[in-house]
DNA sequence: AATTTATATAGTGTATGCAAATTTAAAGAA
DNA sequence: TTCTTTAAATTTGCATACACTATATAAATT
């Protein structure tokens, strides 16, 4: 597993919850469980402290940071400012192929099973698909951050299953105003859209 | 030079365009330029990827990515989502202490000398201080990394020879706001404030 | 008993060396 | 000349080894 791969599965074992939170996590432990030696896990690890899915733990060592309702919330609300600009500027270059493949993503997410990455996957996928056009590679690169992390905190207790069909709705309502031309009223349903996930995360983190 | 200062001086270098753009930077002359070896360096430029200060170049190395007008364009189209949420949050708990020290800070950037890199720093604390009270952890680091960049593309070309002084307008005028108690104006002037910003680098980064 | 200090253990930071991959340069064919 | 192919040189990726720092444990002092 070379470097590349190695931040992969780092990423996408912290987003299962596979390493412990809020307790220093030994390099050596990673090295050992990946089968590699410290210096490509030093490496992820600095990707990954860049992107925030580790923080300091500590005045040397590093930890997967304790899910807290507050950063689940801010992460919704620079999602609310930031998708409905891309979302409207994208709109004046969708065709008819992009709402198709859009579609396509609906479809896999219906009959794909229980996984929450899987999910979680599809639906970057399917809301990504309609920002693209908008051509900001750097928005485009943030906005998948949020969403990886916002799926964190949406497939970790299992919100998914009551949640899932709200959003599937929304997501066909959002498609049904774009083919109808209708961009003002998708943007402000993606913007619903999106306070829902906020709610919904709100509502079971408080919980927690 | 341990491994977090180098990170902070190899970043400040490249906004400083130290380091040749567009062209493949070799661990090696990184790691002899700056006394240590190539491991801290290795560390330094995965967290400076993550981070956008350096992209691919090629199939193996990493260079400073060329100056675009695109992404300043993009840097300063976030901003304008971002900050007026920072601001409108932070406004019910600002006070006249936090007030005061934003002013010395202009007071300090009238008087700093014509260093980038300093007025940049200045102009972000200023800014920081008023966004700090919205308590939105993530969303304050991802801005400062908006900042750092932007104040990049404001200081490469000596745009802020007619630039600050509008700025700094803007920036009392801004105050005068807050101390007046009129949050809905204040952050509608941050708004422009910005877009002043973007609509300067626009004009200059043409020529280029 | 509580707090501090010493000491041992564990863990991170860095340097060097080697193997694999990539880039550069050169040689040959179209 | 231009485009491939091949070979050499450079550069990166990774592992091991060592030095230094941090943390935890135990002893000693108040």
């Not at 004046?92 to 579609?103: T, Y």
């Amino acid at each position: 597993m070379n470097k590349a791969e190695l931040y992969l599965q780092i990423r996408d074992d912290i987003r299962r919850r596979i390493w412990p939170q809020g307790r220093p996590l030994k390099q050596q432990t990673l090295a050992d469980y990946y089968q590699t030696s410290r210096i490509p896990v030093r490496d992820a690890l600095a990707r990954l402290t860049a992107e925030g899915w580790l923080v300091s733990a500590g005045k040397a060592s590093l930890m997967v940071p304790p899910l807290s309702a507050a950063e689940a919330q801010e992460l919704c609300l620079i999602r609310q400012q930031l998708e409905p600009l891309a979302l409207r500027l994208a709109i004046p270059q969708l065709n008819f192929a992009i709402l198709g493949a859009a579609e396509d993503c609906l479809r896999a997410a219906a009959q794909a099973g229980t996984d929450p990455l899987r999910h979680g996957e599809l639906n970057w996928q399917f809301h990504q698909l309609l920002y693209q056009p908008c051509a900001m590679p750097t928005l485009l690169q943030l906005l998948q951050q949020l969403h990886l992390k916002v799926e964190m905190y949406l497939g970790f207790q299992q919100v998914s299953l009551g949640y899932a069909e709200q959003s599937a709705a929304e997501h066909q309502q959002l498609l049904q105003l774009l083919r109808d031309n209708q961009p003002e009223q998708a943007v402000a349903l993606l913007q619903r859209h999106i306070a829902d996930a906020a709610t919904t995360l709100q509502r079971h983190l408080a919980l927690a």
